[in-house]
């Protein structure tokens, strides 16, 4: 989440170099001596804040709950029979309605996923050496995890990488080792804080999250994993969360929750739980471990009574052969984009926004309520302080193979459209999902990188467990 624009030294909360709390007026840090006035105004920028943390202006016409927020933009996939307000048909189905298990093993109905196999013959074609033209094949790296050198920590948070001995490369030269003081053996850089920039790949997922070039910290967080349904067939998960800058500890709310909800998915889809059902559960048992965050001990709050409950945003993503769920709260988002890009690629998910509930309603297009200073103020976000959780969750069985790109803001503000992020996409991302990642942080970045930036690349379909990317 960007943090609200701060044009004069007075602004700061915090001082930029040692992160030491400021008082109004303050022109020099009294902690390190850091002079304010040399902090530069920052480039226009679009801050994304919870809707009671939003710039000044006029209210939405209706309340949050009132709006109607339509479905996924429409693909050529087989929707469910219900139909939304609107008699429109709608790619979605409700959890209760599913076949499997709840998460306490009682019966949902129906027999299981068996209807939702996908065909075993989905082609894959592999990435072709530009130089020649020739197949590469898999990549040689395919299922390691990496830590793009960063330095071990003491204290490694957990639900996220571990750095590895063998991928300790230094940032900036790419060849030194880091050494256990934080810096390369080779060129002497210092090397980047843990959460500053984070790697990791499985058999069929990878993720990568990075600070950006403007915020002191990074505020995103992400899990991946690879799971077995009861019929051993595989399951791939991936969870994105987003910091809400405006709130108190962010990166902690973002952390706790992608943890929870990878936790709560590799629990209940090895019992039979539907994936759309198991993502449901996941988004509430997530809300729950930001909600604990703000039960703090008694008095912990007198010296800062005026601080608000940490918060984050969440999207999701399981991919299994044949079905594709996503769920989210918040305006973080994910992609569908085709292999053969001769089919339609999909923005999946509606933002919880100020800007989508102006479009909703039908007071702005989409251009004006993007242009608005308060388009990025969210309405859905998980933490103490929000209005009632409605999370959002919606499948699909795609008919061709694909990836399913899931990122925070700080991505799809420089790919906002689907065609802009298809475009960003390589050519070979189902079968180098890692090396994709890297691509799509990079091109945030290329971009102004205004945000803290953080995605996730899953392959469509899931592959089997130990056959690599390929």
């Not at 590895?164 to 053996?185: F, N």
């Not at 800058?245 to 902690?252: H, I, K, L």
Request: proline share 11%; glycine share 10%; aromatic share 4%.
């Amino acid at each position: 989440m960007k943090m609200s624009q701060m044009h004069q030294p007075a602004a700061l909360s915090t001082c930029p170099s040692c992160e030491e709390p400021l008082e109004s007026g303050d022109l020099f840090c009294g902690a390190c001596g850091y002079d304010l006035s040399a902090v530069p105004e920052p480039p226009v920028d679009r801050p994304t804040l919870a809707i009671n943390g939003m710039p000044p202006g006029p209210a939405p016409a209706a309340a949050p709950d009132q709006v109607p927020v339509p479905g996924p933009a429409p693909a050529e996939w087989p929707v469910a029979p219900e139909v939304d307000s609107s008699d429109v048909p709608a790619p979605t189905h409700r959890s209760a309605d599913l076949p499997g298990t709840d998460s306490a093993g009682g019966d949902l109905g129906g027999g299981g996923l068996a209807g939702d196999a996908a065909p075993d013959d989905y082609p894959l074609p592999a990435p072709a050496d530009p130089r020649t033209g020739e197949s590469m094949g898999a990549p040689a790296n395919a299922g390691a995890p990496v830590n793009a050198g960063a330095p071990a920590a003491e204290g490694t948070e957990a639900g996220m990488p571990a750095p590895t001995t063998a991928t300790k490369l230094c940032v900036a030269c790419r060849s030194g080792h880091v050494a256990p003081d934080g810096y390369c053996e080779n060129c002497g850089h210092a090397q980047p804080r843990e959460r500053d920039h984070m790697e990791q790949e499985l058999d069929a997922v990878a993720a990568v999250s990075d600070r950006g070039l403007r915020h002191h910290r990074n505020e995103d967080a992400f899990t991946i994993s690879s799971t077995a349904l009861p019929d051993g067939s595989p399951a791939v998960v991936a969870i994105v969360c987003d910091g809400v800058s405006s709130a108190t500890r962010p990166d902690e709310a973002s952390m706790a929750a992608s943890r929870a909800a990878g936790l709560a998915l590799d629990a209940s889809l090895p019992r039979g739980t539907h994936p759309q059902q198991a993502m449901h559960e996941a988004i509430v048992a997530a809300a729950e471990a930001v909600n604990a965050l703000a039960e703090e001990p008694h008095g912990a709050r007198e010296h800062q009574p005026h601080q608000n409950a940490p918060a984050c945003t969440l999207v999701g993503a399981v991919v299994t052969g044949g079905l594709l769920v996503v769920g989210w709260v918040g305006d973080s988002r994910a992609y569908w984009v085709p292999v053969d890009r001769t089919g339609p690629t999909v923005r999946l998910t509606e933002d919880d926004s100020w800007a989508a509930q102006m479009v909703a309603a039908g007071l702005m297009n989409e251009a004006e309520a993007y242009a608005d200073e308060r388009a990025h103020a969210i309405t859905g976000w998980l933490g103490a302080d929000s209005y009632e959780l409605e999370p959002h969750t919606a499948s699909f069985k795609p008919d061709r193979p694909g990836v399913v790109v899931v990122c925070t803001d700080g991505l799809w503000n420089y790919a906002e459209a689907a065609e802009e992020m298809a475009r960003a996409v390589p050519a070979d991302a189902a079968l180098r999902p890692l090396h994709s990642a890297r691509v799509l942080v990079g091109h945030a970045l290329d971009g102004g990188g205004h945000d803290n930036v953080t995605v996730a690349v899953v392959p469509f379909p899931a592959a089997p467990q130990g056959a690599g990317s390929a």
